[in-house]
């Protein structure tokens, strides 16, 4: 086992890749790398020298022979010492706060470098809003991004302070109610990166996932136009003969609605936007893998799957679980 691997945060249930630092996969992580192993270098000579002070005074010092072993000397206003051991670790922090006060700067320019996709995320508890607004699209927990092209996310929170931290994409970043951080960064190798909310936020703080899929530039172009196009033919359903028919009209005149959007259904904000719910490959802030098993019991009692979940319990029945489940499987 490599110390990565070591040191690597779980994945989501035990899912690979694991949450590292130690794997970089854009320009920023890299820099985040590159400081950990100067932070580590500097910590591990500073450990050699006390471990070794620390010998040599046991050697000198001990009582393991016949021998009365020589009393320390006792040194009052050492000028040397002092200076010594005060400019030393002063230096040490020096050394170390440069990199990171220009890799703090680095990673959030003041404008955006050129072309840079804005992906802009907005920490709720507990799951993230995703919109871009370049190209009209709303996901939720999942964020797509194509390989090679300078990202800039714009951190914005709905309620507490949260963190962004996809490790394998570079450093957490506060998201502060009431201000905007960012985070600039390119990345590099296709993949599915997970990552999760950093700052302690509430009840379902550990619930709050996320996963980035960078993509080919022609995979990405193909999803963002798929999701930026209504999943559905707008308006209630003519007749109610299938599952899906039933369940489509059972989240128009439900309280769906009210809290969720849906092109072309409905348009409120509080909840997930489900337009292409069916492409997403989690729920539930990410903590849930979608299929027909979770999607059914997380509407028979989200509490019970997320504490502290804002859905509301619907009291539904199992036919309308059934049905609600089929039509929102079909929004691809
Ligand atoms: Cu959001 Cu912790």
Request: charged letters at 15%.
């Amino acid at each position: 086992m490599n110390l990565g691997a070591l040191l690597s945060l779980p994945g989501l249930r035990g899912e690979r890749p694991p949450m590292t630092t130690f794997a970089p996969q854009s320009d920023y992580a890299d820099w985040i790398h590159s400081l950990y192993l100067q932070v580590i270098g500097w910590d591990g000579l500073i450990l050699l020298i006390v471990i070794v002070a620390t010998l040599l005074a046991l050697l000198r010092y001990s009582t393991r022979s016949e021998r009365v072993p020589p009393e320390p000397p006792v040194h009052r206003d050492h000028l040397w010492l002092e200076v010594t051991w005060t400019v030393g670790p002063a230096l040490v922090l020096v050394a170390i706060a440069i990199p990171t006060i220009r890799t703090t700067f680095r990673s959030q320019p003041e404008v955006a470098p050129e072309g840079a996709l804005v992906v802009e995320v907005l920490a709720h508890q507990w799951w993230w809003e995703v919109s871009y607004p370049e190209l009209k699209v709303t996901t939720a927990n999942e964020i797509h991004l194509p390989v090679g092209r300078p990202v800039r996310f714009a951190l914005r929170s709905a309620d507490v302070i949260h963190s962004f931290w996809v490790p394998a994409l570079g450093g957490k970043r506060d998201v502060i109610p009431g201000h905007v951080n960012t985070i600039t960064a390119t990345p590099r190798t296709p993949g599915v990166y997970l990552g999760q909310c950093a700052e302690f936020c509430g009840l379902s703080h550990a619930n709050m996932r996320l996963r980035v899929f960078v993509e080919p530039p022609a995979t990405f172009a193909a999803w963002a136009a798929h999701q930026a196009a209504p999943a559905v033919v707008p308006g209630r359903p003519a007749s109610v003969t299938t599952p899906v028919e039933a369940g489509a009209q059972l989240f128009a005149t439900n309280l769906c609605v009210t809290c969720h959007a849906l092109n072309g259904v409905a348009t409120q904000r509080a909840g997930p936007d489900l337009t292409h719910f069916a492409s997403r490959t989690t729920l539930a802030g990410g903590v849930l893998e979608n299929t027909s098993a979770n999607v059914a019991a997380w509407l028979r009692d989200p509490e019970a799957m997320k504490p502290g979940a804002q859905m509301p319990g619907l009291g539904l029945t199992d036919g309308e679980i059934h049905n609600l489940v089929a039509y929102l499987e079909s929004l691809q």
